[in-house]
């Protein structure tokens, strides 16, 4: 019986690592992507009618701050978020 | 950023720079060694600021930019890692866009400018939505 566990173990984690690999583009990728991505990857709570969260934000200049509560107006405000890489 | 320039009459537009993605030092992708775009994960806000004055300067990114602090606070209240688009209007979530890379859909937000003040027809050469270009 703890037999058929353990090569059952051993299958589930080989298709996770598979499913993975395809998904991140190889073995390598699979890693980064357990290692680096998953730790930071959140669903959030935030859903359509919510009030939206406030935050303290740096300007390209280095040194001024704005809040994103600062810039909504009567217009809708449109929030990309993202980084370079 | 097709997006921006449709709508940029009706709408405001804000950018904010959170952690990297895929900096050298972590989980580093082909295409960013093909494109040049090769960064360590900023250890200091000094970092933050010089990689997204380096991305703005490199596309004439047009939209307001902010960067978000070293405590994630912006990338926290809005789960934005790795990238994220919300619309607020009058103070709350009216969209709410999907996690990147997966559930990154610019289109998504597009539709929601188009339903309320109407398709802005584009042209074919610039109508390629992705991460720096919808």
Known sequence: ?85 | MQIYKDYKDHADFLTVYVREAHPTDEWQMKSNVKEDVCYAQPKTLEQRVAIANDFVKRFNYPTQFGIDDMGNGANDAYAAWPERIYIIEQGRIAYRGGMGPFNYHPEEARSWLAARYGEVKREASTAVPDKKNN
Not at chain 1, 14 to 19: D, N, Q, R
Not at chain 1, 25 to 48: C, K, N, S
């Open chain 1, 1 to 85: 019986m703890l037999k058929w566990v353990g090569a059952v173990v051993v299958l589930l984690i080989l298709v996770a690592v598979i499913g993975l690999s395809v998904m991140a583009g190889g073995i390598r990728g699979a890693y980064g992507m357990v290692r680096y991505a998953l730790p930071h990857m959140h669903r959030g709570t935030l859903r359509v009618g919510d009030d939206a969260p406030d935050a303290s934000l740096l300007a390209l200049d280095g040194s001024s701050r704005f809040h994103i509560r600062e810039r909504t107006g009567a217009r809708p405000l449109v929030i990309v978020f993202g980084s370079y890489t």
